[in-house]
């Protein structure tokens, strides 16, 4: 195995079309985003066929930017590496059927990388010093997580939503409160203005202590915002919404921590930006001497970064590349 391995990382799940150059899983020569949000607010979120028409136009000129930022052509590359799922089943297709194509024109190796875990790897670039086992939560629009990572490829899922993801639940929310898409930096930029007075209870309870729900909360907001249209302190409601969705992930992350005796608690996916999130876990983590790592904000969202962060550890693993006949899959177990 060559010392230095350079791969070109291609992310297409859901509405972000992005490449990047990374170098032995850490060093990030280029990192590239066509972001589609603007295209799809206009219809309250994320359109699955007009996504993938515009992952389809936007990923020539991506690659072709990620290549010429890193300094480097197909020739430098070692691999090609491609989220082949979960998500968006016509957007993973456009990244995939890229990438397959640059794998065969190149002749350069295919590794086919699982989102969720790419969330996960991109603690990897941000945090030198994180070791293992640590308690990863992983909250984004598609997946929320409390997993233990005792080594790269050693992953153990402890609890997980039982409905709603995380981000989807603030989507949902802060259309019933008449925010634009996406929700979750419109809720946490007017929760700010308000307080959470108003009381969401969440009756879920966990069998195994870890799950959480957000269906119940989400229609607490609904039933709420039904019942006082006249009176509702759009504030209020969304710093209480805020608090309470947060809460969820911190209380299943801290008990995790306590209950495996682990001082290391990492925060992933587009969830992981909220700012009220980072505040609460870090005040009880740090109560409990528990040590947190939030990754930098460019690095929650989807990003292809993480991606070749990823395939860099399952070629350092020994995993097997993919061939050509790689399909994408919109559904995919979180510790698979």
Request: glycine fraction near 8%; aromatic fraction near 8%.
């Amino acid at each position: 195995m060559k010392n230095d391995i350079t791969i070109l990382a291609i992310e297409s799940s859901c509405d972000e079309t992005a490449a990047a150059v990374v170098k032995n899983g850490t060093e990030v020569l280029s990192d590239v985003i066509a972001s589609q949000i603007e295209i799809h607010r206009r219809f309250g979120g994320v359109v699955p066929e007009i996504a993938s028409r515009n992952h389809t136009l936007a990923l020539p000129a991506v690659v072709e930017k990620a290549l010429a930022d890193a300094n480097v052509t197909g020739a430098d590359i070692d691999a090609v590496a491609v989220t082949y799922g979960a998500g968006l089943l016509g957007a993973l297709l456009a990244g995939v059927s890229y990438a397959k194509g640059l794998s065969y024109a190149w002749k350069k190796p295919l590794i086919a990388v699982s989102h969720v875990k790419g969330h996960i790897a991109a603690n990897y670039v941000a945090h030198g010093d994180l070791t293992f086992p640590y308690i990863c939560v992983l909250a984004s629009g598609g997946h929320s997580a409390v997993l233990k990572i005792d080594d790269y490829d050693k992953i153990e899922l402890l609890g997980c939503t039982k409905d709603d993801a995380a981000g989807e639940a603030f989507d949902k929310a802060a259309r019933v409160l008449g925010l634009p898409y996406p929700g979750g930096p419109e809720i946490q930029r007017l929760a700010m203005e308000g307080n959470p007075t108003l009381c969401f209870s969440k009756p879920f309870k966990s069998e195994s202590g870890y799950d959480f729900s957000y269906s119940g909360l989400k229609t607490a907001v609904v039933n709420y915002m039904a019942n006082n249209k006249d009176g509702a302190n759009r504030a209020d409601v969304a710093a209480s919404f805020q608090l309470a969705a947060v809460n969820q992930l911190k209380d299943a992350a801290i008990r995790a921590a306590k209950a495996y005796g682990i001082k290391r608690i990492a925060l992933s996916g587009g969830v992981g930006a909220n700012l009220k999130l980072r505040e609460e876990l870090d005040r009880e983590a740090t109560e409990n001497g528990i040590k947190t790592y939030f990754l930098p904000l460019g690095l929650c969202t989807d990003n292809a970064v993480m991606i070749g962060a990823e395939a860099y550890f399952m070629i350092k693993k020994g995993k097997p590349f993919a061939d050509l006949s790689l399909d994408a899959e919109a559904v995919l177990k979180v510790e698979s």
